[in-house]
């Protein structure tokens, strides 16, 4: 061992270990605002996921640029083209014009992480590209809700330092793996930095590659979530206190067609308890779209079962 490296400890040995492998992946996004927005564009991060140049950012980011540019480690500058994005997820899936394969990263598993792990960010805060931070995964399963209002579950808390322009750019682990997309911060508090978990980008991107959007489960109806009495849930033997209630009906929809009606309180789907409009969104995955599914719902004092078959959400 040479003198330069006596004088770095395991910790800084892992993260300039990193930076080294993971950084010739990371792009800075230059955006040109689109019109109506005053064209005043902005900054933002991403990084290649495959060698012929599918790029992942976040939704927020992609949709502030009506022209996207990305800059690499390289210096190489590329035009990006959208391809499909999720604003339920915060995630955005981009295609740079390259002639050549890219260097790219692998999505790691996010959920064997650990409260604790050591976590380094790669990004573009207010234009200053490859900008590395470093922290801990502060805590795990967070809930976030992204801009159209939608949760998005299983959220990575960190302390690694973001600003705005680290949006959209790669959390990772000491092997360089993608543990998470970096998407949110909480303005005037220190340390409070969120990021899409990688399980639920690598299935974004296998979306969005497949169709160009993600695939969700559609009912047909408006709903609220509602407090459930308790002697009604003690008469019929239910484990909640709320429920989702149907305040609309789409006439030609599953739930339509299927017979729901408003006023019905839906308490659970394929004994998956509903105890609130979230819990609903969460169980309308693609896997349920065409695929018969039992619905138990109260009307009035009864208790009735349905059975519907979800369609594609446009």
């Known amino acids: 061992m040479n003198r330069d490296e006596a004088l770095l400890d395991a910790y800084s040995r892992a993260v300039i270990g990193t930076l080294d492998r993971a ?80 260097l790219f990263l692998e999505l790691g598993d996010s959920d064997k992480l650990r409260v604790g792990q050591v976590v380094v960010a790669i990004g573009n805060p207010h234009g200053l590209g490859q900008t590395v931070t470093t922290g801990v995964v502060s805590a795990l399963g967070r809930s976030l809700r992204a801009k159209n209002g939608r949760l998005i579950d299983g959220v990575v808390q960190t302390d690694a330092s973001l600003n705005p322009g680290n949006s959209g750019g790669p959390l990772l682990d000491t092997r360089a793996k993608v543990i998470g997309v970096n998407t949110a911060i909480i303005a005037g508090a220190m340390g409070l930095c969120f990021a899409v978990p990688s399980t639920t980008a690598r299935w974004v991107l296998a ?90 719902l109260l009307r009035g004092a009864k208790k009735l079962a349905l059975e519907l078959t979800p369609a594609a959400r446009d």
Do not use: C, K
């Open 23 to 102: 950084r010739g992946a990371v792009a800075a996004l230059t955006l040109q605002g689109r019109r109506g927005r005053g064209g005043r564009g902005g900054v933002g991060s991403g990084f290649v996921v495959t060698p012929d140049g599918y790029l992942l950012t976040n939704h927020h980011v992609a949709e502030a640029g009506q022209r996207i540019t990305a800059l690499l480690d390289d210096g190489s500058e590329l035009a990006a083209e959208p391809v499909g994005s999720d604003p339920d997820t915060d995630l955005a899936l981009l295609r740079l014009a390259n002639d050549a394969p890219l």
């Open 207 to 296: 979306e969005l590659l497949r169709h160009g959007r993600v695939r969700r489960a559609w009912l047909g109806i408006a709903a609220a979530t509602v407090p459930l009495p308790r002697r009604v849930a003690l008469a019929h033997g239910l484990p909640v206190e709320s429920a989702v209630a149907v305040t609309g009906v789409v006439g030609d929809s599953p739930a339509g067609r299927a017979g729901l009606q408003s006023g019905d309180r839906i308490v659970a789907m394929d004994e998956v308890a509903i105890t609130d409009v979230d819990a609903l969104h969460r169980v309308l995955g693609g896997e349920r779209i065409e695929r018969r599914v039992r619905v138990q």
